[in-house]
């Protein structure tokens, strides 16, 4: 059985993948605790789930327990359920900041997973990156990457990479998203429709993206694009003149450093 402590919209992208995805068994050995009975409602509608209100019901069905919580409140959802986690169980954590050792230091197991998942997720095309101590079997790690792979990619790291992977992958759909804002605005300013803007920026977006897939590098391609004196070399001049490249850094920094700041609990 598979437990979710939380139903937001990351546990229901992960259960939308559980079920979509044939190496998984029947949704009714997955159970989801919730406190807004509306939510409750739907999940156990549109997925046909277990659902409850009682986090100690869900962790103590439950072979692996996901928290999909918010890092604010995971003290006190870890203080919940403590006495229903035992050591056989396999905790995943996918709340951003929060240690393995903080974990560990809550709980009466070792066998936790730190995952950092990405929005994407909601279709099927996430990044998430996992850390883990040595304590886990080839049997145990696998479940759990079998999980997040029916949601994207999956890519193992140590620890001490995780605030920057939550800066890159877990902010950088944000990130993206108000670049391309900025695009579509930038269209229609130059006389299209945002209807029109929306359609070329983001197609744009996607078939950069599968360029990009190729293994092509990013300088590469930028230097495909642009020809001396031509139209993408006058708007690259504006980003070096506006400093863009350092603002993107400065964002990216300030995310991790966030990162960390959350984890800061021990």
């Known amino acids: 059985m598979t437990g979710f402590i939380g139903g937001g919209n990351m546990a229901e992208a992960l259960i939308k993948g559980i079920i ?15 406190p807004r009975q509306d939510r409750r ?4 509608q549109a997925y046909g789930v277990k659902t409850t209100i009682s986090n100690k019901e869900a ?11 918010k890092p ?8 919940d359920i403590k006495n229903s986690v035992t050591n056989d169980k396999t905790v995943v954590s996918i709340a951003a900041g929060i240690t393995l050792s903080y974990l560990q230091s809550k709980l009466n197991t070792k066998k ?3 995952v ?14 996992m850390s883990l101590c040595e304590c886990f079997s080839d049997k145990d790690v696998s479940s759990v990457r079998q999980i997040f792979m029916s949601i994207g990619k999956v890519l193992t790291l140590p620890e001490k990479y995780m605030n920057a992977v939550t800066a890159l992958s877990g902010s950088g759909p944000a990130f993206i998203a108000f670049f391309i804002e900025a695009m579509v605005e930038g269209g229609i300013k130059s006389g299209l429709s945002k209807e029109n803007a929306s359609e070329l920026a983001i197609q744009t977006l996607l078939g ?6 190729t293994g092509m590098p990013p300088e590469r391609l930028r230097e495909m694009v ?5 139209t993408t070399a006058a708007g690259l001049k504006i980003f070096e003149e506006k400093g863009l490249k350092d603002i993107v850094l400065s964002a990216i920094n300030a995310a991790a450093k966030r990162a960390e700041e959350l984890g800061r609990k021990e």
């Open 20 to 34: 979509q995805n044939s190496r998984f068994k029947i949704q009714s050995e997955i159970i989801v605790s919730e």
């Open 41 to 44: 409602e739907y999940l156990e």
């Open 59 to 69: 962790a103590s069905y439950s072979n692996i327990i996901i928290l999909a919580v």
């Open 72 to 79: 604010q409140i995971m003290g006190q959802i870890l203080e």
């Open 112 to 114: 936790i997973i730190r």
């Open 116 to 129: 950092m998942p990405n929005t994407p997720a909601l279709v099927q095309e996430a990044m998430s990156v």
């Open 208 to 213: 950069t993206t599968k360029m990009l897939e």
């Open 226 to 230: 642009t020809s001396p004196g031509g």
